[in-house]
């Protein structure tokens, strides 16, 4: 059974800097994906960045240029750098994975609070 353990929110101001983590646990999986999405109040979840086992990433374009998404394959493990934060960016961040060998072929981490004060 693969299960994800997402680490590094909380609170900080604005035009400060957090770093998020998620690591993929268990055996017999192969992950392609490895996401951020957010979540506002009373918004939709979101796509913030995504990273493919290849090397290719994508941002949304209110992330472009302030946030990075690193991965290590080795340890299964996603990292989310957030510099330069705005109260904009305040969500709840949740890691999503996909691949072989993952039930139903995608998992979502618990999500982890990022508030962000002006």
């Known amino acids: 059974q693969v299960q994800l353990v997402e680490s590094g929110g909380g609170l900080v101001q604005a035009g400060g800097s957090l770093r998020l983590s998620c690591a993929a646990s268990g055996s017999g999986f192969s992950i392609n994906v490895m996401a951020w999405y957010r979540q506002a109040p009373g918004e939709q979840r979101e796509l913030v960045a995504a990273?493919?086992?290849?090397?290719?990433?994508h941002y949304a374009d209110s992330v472009k240029g302030r946030f990075t998404i690193s991965r290590d394959n080795a340890k299964n493990t996603v990292y989310l750098q957030m510099n330069s934060l705005k109260p904009e960016d305040t969500a709840v961040y949740y890691c999503?994975?996909?691949?072989?060998?993952?039930?139903?072929?995608?998992?979502w981490g618990q999500g982890t609070q990022v508030t962000v004060s002006s």
């Open positions: 999503f994975v996909a691949g072989v060998g993952i039930p139903g072929s995608s998992l």
């Open positions: 990273s493919t086992k290849s090397g290719s990433t």
